[in-house]
């Protein structure tokens, strides 16, 4: 193949010879095979049954029913409520979390601080389910510290309108391992910013806030995006922490699920399987937006 | 142009890149503000959760409940079994990811969708259903892996290393993404080295702030994960926490307080053992090309 | 992009095309053991010794504390010297089917050999081809409409419902239904499971409705009045949207549950040392649930799931599930062979009157509140 102006690179002015391209796109596929083999071997094998069921009825014949479910106003506000905590928790968590890891790298703290909230990350990160749900219990539940605290001063919590136990309550909860789940995987990019820019910036004198607007967050904004769709992806799966909560009263798509799947009642399981198939597309659809908006960060970087 | 000056130096970039350019006051008291913030957010929950454990037998304060699930074999056997289990994952994980993203990165970028598509699908697919489709796939022949204990742990982890995925390829991508692959990748094919040794000697050193990242993030979901675990019938740590959850008051509170130590403990064990040996010289990147 | 997608597709309907789905075939596994009836004597020796020779028996959803599981595991194990290999514990109904599903032709530690599931999941079951049939040799003791006419699946215990009360955080105890809507206990009510999913929170609709003007005749009716009623609950502010397990019960999170009488005694002894824990039978609307036994259709023991059965059916085994504050199946028939000593009689709760509704009432009643529990009772969730 003869190279093209397109393979050729300019840097720094000058061209640089053209990079030896494989014959054939094809050729790229050898690479990810052994990804590929392994995920189907290990998650998409495993995970074909969710296909197969979600047209199956209770009686075992092939049906569209299940899907015909999805339009009905209990499943969409299921996913509704999915998408709306899942939004929420991934843009705060995203913003305080990058603001925390900053804080650790880049904010002139004593040098441990960093290990301790990397280490700590790391564990709240998957503090999740009914420990986590039990914490917070614990904590502003109705005998909960925190209440017991406030009542102490006079205010009864749940008096107000206040509780654990609704959207905001999960949202509060929900936080304890996006934050970490933020600040560990932003923390590469964050190392990657090159010392000569900021000097660069601070010689032609910008202030610190400048360098950050229009230098580290574009640069870091593929990361970001990347992260923050991670953290929408981890709140949108979760469901351990809502049950554990809630009880199951906090319809989210994945408490329907389980309630369609695993539940103690006969339920229509081929439903569960189509709500599942549903969140699998919402997903698709979130990394299609996600990827324009990955493109356009790219562009900046060239 | 490509350099004509000493050969390129591979070395991460300092760990704190910034740490020579003084930090202004009032960045520092916004940072400060941020932590204590965040110290706040993250303890309460656990103070509360530790006030119940103490106080757990008959509202005095005391290690009672802490001494209870320290003397019962099945806390040291499960937690063990988890580790090891955490461990041998991450390695797993690593091997498949870190090739893949980094020819991802290099290779076929309009692939890249497509990937990030499947290393998310572990968050949509329901636990259940991934451990009874695993159930179905490997328990008759040909590949009836389930056959024995021992066996099923293989899979096990494999299935844990899929789990792990999300947050193993995000963070290495996102290390990728720091650093300069293409051209690394370059300097050292011109300087003779083959694939495996880029990735060795290259790549891998270059991201350990990633890896370290992705090995916390999944250590993390092993230790704590139940349903896979559970109906593939192994002893390990999740199981052993829901079924002392189910029943008791106080030995779950001490139970978390427990293992969020031990986890941690463990966390800042392995962020040692990887960090930069000291009394290397910290070296100056040089430009490769400009840049 | 579009030749990964199709690839990728490919591999995953391979891969679960060989893998096998719902239609399931009747073939028992194990080696060549046909027998589905037990007779005293020589056959129990031959199936203990066929049983011995298997080395082990799987189950699945058997916490130890429920129904006093516990010492009828060790008894067994001590017994026969069998291994023990427990699955799951929390496992719900649907889930121990699943299992058996999925596990079909493993003989594995995975594959579940004996399930004990909630009587709606009886017939299914059967008629799925997941369970094999076995009559024990006290079959005829256990009354007609608690099993399977062919031995498929047959009753094992029951409890009734009632109202566990943390003693410490509540000043009166609830005795009736009606006392539940006594502004005293605001914010303290709450169900052991969702009712739009768990079997003993739909009871506990099921059974208000009951003192509340329903009758057995008309299920749906019951149903619609047990939902009221927990309307009713909520909008006095007593009823709060968390499961109760014995855990927030004992801590005073949730003082007051509606659960089995089994439960809430068990969890009475379990947490003595943290809160004095009540168990009070309602004394209008009694209603007992009954749980169901089977064997796998593919266990890999069938042996050691036969003689497990024989155990649990035996007057030794229903007196274990005694100590568990259970009722055994074959309650009314150990009472009348003196099979049981006084002392345990003396602290079984008083269930006199206690209603055991039929499979289809139970079905009727379950669709109603199922449907209707977010539309009547409907929480606000806000946000």
């Not at chain 2, 892996?145 to 996102?174: G, H, K």
């Not at chain 2, 495996?196 to 990242?213: C, D, G, K, Q, Y």
Request: hydrophobic share 50%.
């Amino acid at each position: 193949m003869t190279a093209t102006s397109a393979d050729s690179k300019r840097v720094g002015g000058v061209e640089r010879p053209p990079r030896l391209r494989p014959r054939r796109s094809y050729f790229g596929w050898i690479g990810i095979l052994p990804f590929l083999l392994f995920s189907t071997a290990f998650l998409l094998g495993p995970a074909a049954i969710l296909f197969f069921r979600s047209f199956q009825s209770n009686e075992g014949g092939f049906t569209l029913a299940n899907y015909q479910q999805l339009t009905d106003p209990q499943v969409l506000q299921s996913y509704g409520l999915s998408l709306r905590i899942s939004f929420v928790t991934a843009l705060v968590g995203g913003v305080f979390g990058f603001l925390l890891a900053w804080a650790v790298i880049f904010g002139g703290l004593p040098r441990f601080f960093r290990s301790l909230l990397t280490t700590f990350s790391g564990v709240a990160s998957n503090f999740a389910g009914v420990p986590l749900a039990a914490a917070f219990i614990f904590t502003l539940g109705r005998i909960g510290l925190v209440t017991a605290l406030f009542g102490f001063f006079g205010l009864e919590l749940y008096d107000t309108d206040f509780s654990l136990y609704n959207f905001w309550g999960l949202t509060v909860v929900y936080m304890f391992f996006q934050f970490p789940l933020m600040v560990l995987t932003i923390t590469p990019a964050l190392e990657g910013l090159k010392r000569e820019w900021r000097e660069a910036s601070e010689n032609l004198g910008a202030s610190s806030w400048e360098y950050w607007r229009y230098i580290a967050l574009p640069v870091l904004m593929p990361s970001v995006l990347g992260t923050i769709i991670l953290l929408f992806g981890n709140a949108f799966g979760a469901h351990a922490t809502a049950y554990a909560l809630t009880g199951g009263t906090l319809r989210l798509a994945t408490i329907l699920i389980g309630a369609q799947i695993s539940g103690d009642v006969l339920q229509n399981q081929g439903l569960g399987y189509a709500v599942a198939m549903g969140m699998v597309v919402i997903m698709g659809l979130s990394i299609a937006v996600y990827t324009v908006l990955q493109r356009r960060a790219e562009r900046w970087l060239g | 142009m490509t350099v004509t000056a000493p050969p390129v130096v591979l070395e991460a970039p300092s760990a704190h890149p910034d740490s020579e350019i003084k930090a202004g006051q009032g960045s520092k008291i916004f940072a400060w503000l941020i932590i204590v913030a965040g110290i706040l957010y993250f303890f309460t929950p656990l103070v509360a959760t530790g006030e119940r454990a103490f106080r757990a037998i008959g509202g005095v304060f005391s290690f009672e409940a802490f001494r209870r699930i320290l003397t019962d074999p099945g806390f040291v056997d499960t937690f063990g079994a988890s580790v090891i289990n955490a461990v041998l994952t991450i390695v797993v994980s690593l091997l498949v990811i870190v090739p893949t993203a980094y020819w991802v990165t290099l290779k076929v970028p309009k692939l890249r969708s497509v990937i990030e598509f499947i290393t998310l699908l572990p968050f949509v697919i329901p636990a259940v259903v991934l451990v009874f489709g695993l159930i179905r796939m490997y328990s008759r022949p040909p590949l009836a892996i389930l056959s024995s204990r021992e066996s099923t742990r293989v899979v096990l982890i494999c299935a844990y290393a899929a789990l792990s995925f999300p947050y193993m390829y995000r963070s290495v991508d996102n290390g990728l993404r720091s650093i300069n692959v293409r051209t690394l990748t370059e300097a050292a094919q011109s300087l003779g080295a083959s694939w495996p040794t880029i990735l060795w000697r290259v790549i891998f050193p270059n991201l350990r702030v990633a890896l370290l990242s992705g090995a916390l993030l999944t250590f993390a979901i092993v230790i704590g994960e139940l349903t896979v675990a559970l109906y593939l019938g192994q002893q390990t740590f999740g199981p052993y926490m829901a079924n002392l959850v189910r029943n008791f008051v106080a030995e779950p509170a001490a139970l978390t307080i427990l293992s969020f130590g031990l986890t941690w403990g463990a966390m800042g064990l392995i962020s040692y053992l990887t960090r930069r040996k000291p009394g290397r010289r910290r070296l100056r990147r040089q430009a490769v090309g400009a840049r | 992009m579009k030749r990964t997608m199709t690839l990728l597709a490919v591999f995953a309907l391979l891969i679960a095309a060989c893998s096998g789905d719902a239609t399931t075939t009747t073939t028992a596994a194990g080696g060549g053991d046909t027998t589905t009836t037990a007779a005293a004597g020589g056959e129990m020796d031959a199936l203990i010794a066929a049983a011995q020779a298997e080395g082990t028996i799987t189950t699945i959803a058997l916490p130890r504390d429920w129904c006093n599981y516990g010492g009828v595991i060790d008894t067994f194990t001590e017994k026969y010297g069998l291994e023990y290999n427990g699955l799951a514990p929390d496992a719900g109904s649907a889930d121990e089917l699943e299992a058996i599903r999925a596990n079909q032709g493993s003989s594995g530690p995975q594959a579940p050999d004996v399930v004990d599931i909630g009587l709606a999941f009886g017939p299914d079951a059967k008629d799925e081809g997941l369970l094999q049939p076995y009559m024990v040799s006290t079959w005829d003791s256990i009354p007609e409409d608690a099993k399977d006419a062919e031995g498929y699946w047959y009753g094992d215990y029951y409890g009734v419902l009632a109202f566990e009360v943390n003693a410490d955080a509540v000043d009166n105890v609830p005795q009736d239904w009606a006392d539940l809507l006594n502004p005293e206990y605001n914010g303290q009510i709450a169900l052991a499971g969702d009712p739009r999913v768990s079997a003993q929170a739909i009871s506990a609709v099921f059974a208000a409705g009951l003192a509340n003007g329903g009758s057995l005749d008309d299920p749906e009716g019951a149903a619609q009045a047990g939902l009221e009623f927990w309307a009713e609950v909520a909008a006095a502010g007593n009823l709060v949207p968390v499961i109760a397990e014995s855990g927030t019960v004992a801590s005073g999170e949730t003082p007051i549950s509606i659960r089995w009488t089994y439960n809430g005694l068990a969890n009475r002894d379990a947490n003595a040392e943290i809160a004095a824990i009540e168990v009070v039978v309602p004394a209008s609307g009694r209603y007992a649930g009954v749980y169901v036994q089977g064997i796998s259709a593919f266990a890999p023991q069938p042996n050691a799931a036969k003689l497990w059965m024989e155990f649990l059916y035996s007057d030794e085994g229903q007196n274990l599930w005694l100590d568990g504050y259970c009722h055994p199946i074959r309650y009314e028939n150990l009472i009348a062979a003196d099979a049981v000593p006084q002392d345990k009689l003396d602290r079984l709760p008083d269930v006199t009157g206690a209603v055991f509704p039929s499979l289809e009432q139970i079905g009727a009643a379950s669709e109603v509140i199922t449907t209707q529990w977010d539309a009547v009772v409907g929480v606000n969730v806000g946000g």
